[in-house]
Nanobody
Framework: VQLVESGGGSVQTGGSLRLSCISS????????VGWFRQAEGYEREGVAT????????WYAGSVKGRFTIFQDDAKNTLHLQMNSLKPEDTAMYCC??????????????????????WGRGTQVTVS
């Protein structure tokens, strides 16, 4: 699976961005995919995960209510809509897929080691 992110950029505090992640494999059906971020000098942290086709979504507390993860099956694309951006959201954002996820298992942003496929990321800077 190849994942390619886009949509990053520089915005002012309070602004919005929509990140996209195109997958080389179809996203329809039940797959565990998500967004993670890493700020310079900090460890990678989970942002949000979704089980496609099932609709279960999970968000880190720091982004809940501001970010929305969703998929576009027709375009094999995963999105992250980011509103009310804050300087602390500045980071490299990567999408990832868990190739071994099975229905009923955990699909959590707190478990990046479960995700075997990663994109290279897109930079988001909030000032």
């Amino acid at each position: 699976v190849q994942l390619v992110e886009s949509g990053g950029g520089s915005v002012q505090t309070g602004g919005s961005l929509r990140l996209s992640c195109i997958s080389s494999e179809p996203l329809y059906g039940r797959n565990c995919v998500g967004w993670f971020r890493q700020a310079e000098g900090y460890e990678r942290e989970g942002v949000a995960t979704i089980v496609t086709g099932y609709g279960g979504k999970w968000y880190a507390g720091s982004v809940k209510g501001r970010f929305t993860i969703f998929q576009d099956d027709a375009k094999n694309t995963l999105h992250l809509q980011m509103n009310s951006l804050k300087p602390e959201d500045t980071a490299m954002y990567c999408c990832a897929a868990n190739p071994f996820w099975t229905y009923g298992a955990v699909c959590s942003y707190t478990r990046p080691a479960d995700f075997g496929y990663w994109g290279r990321g897109t930079q988001v800077t909030v000032s």
